[in-house]
């Protein structure tokens, strides 16, 4: 149990990097969005 938050994160970041590639306007999206996966966290 202890990695797969590590591993969650990696895979999160990794996904937000590909779809910054691949999307126009996406990085717009992130900027606006601040948080990923826990609200007023991360």
Request: net charge positive; charged share 35%; proline share 10%.
């Amino acid at each position: 149990m202890v990695p797969f938050p590590l591993l969650l994160a990696k895979r999160i970041r990794n996904e937000e990097k590909v779809l910054e590639e691949g999307l126009p306007g996406y990085k717009d999206y992130e900027d606006r969005v601040k948080y990923r996966l826990i609200p007023f966290v991360w």
